[in-house]
């Protein structure tokens, strides 16, 4: 079973994880709070995005998978497991770096309560700084979600099953963040080229594992 | 007339800019406390500012 033995060697590097992505998100809003925001709307794209508020649940349910992620991550090796971690964290310091460089917005739609998804898209609008929205790009949902996939993809001790629910769920989340629009198109495409990138670094040279396990020269 | 732009109104509200042009053009109803803070830097009452419809 997957979740048999909870590797214990990833309860610190997921709290890292969380304070991590606390600061840079909320961290950075308090300085880059008086900051002009720019607004990467595409109007030939963004504006054919329909308002779909039943995604919210995806949206919604990223929450508890990115802090499952890391255990199940861990349960791969902890060759994949660090540089995956490595890679978030850089992830997460190159978004907060652009939050405070270029503070995207967005218009989000007035929304009627018509029903439970309505009522939990306005919720999540409310709770997420109703009147300045910010730190839109590149989007922390879709980075961690990338992620949550990247770290299980081609690992064959994960089960097959896993690892497909996992990628569908992944864009499922990607494809919310356009439909409840909390994001634009450009921040999902750039966050996906971004934990694209940084893990391929990060693996190829295998600094994770190098910089985490002690050991100098890695597994080779 | 108030010379004052989007611009500076957000900074003084600490909102953006893109948000005090989405309530002037009727698409989003700010919050409670943006609506007072409206009120108090225009020196007009909350009514003046904004109808129920």
Redesign the interface.
Known sequence: MLFKKIPKYAIVPTLVIIIMQFLTYFGTQFINRHFNTYDFTLNSIDSYVPLITFFIIFYILSYPWWYISPFIVAKTNKINFYNWFLALIICFFICGLTFLIIPTTITRPVIENNNVFDWLTNFIYLKDNPDRPINLFPSYHVLFSWFCYMGVRKQTNIKLWYRISALIFAILISLSTQFVKQHYIVDLVSAILLSEVIYFIVKKYNWGYKLMSGEKYGYK | MLNITQ?DLA?K???????I??IENN?????L??AMKMSKFLNVPVETLFILE
């Open positions: 611009e900074n509200l600490s909102v953006t800019r893109q948000t042009n989405a698409k989003y109803n700010p919050t406390e943006l």
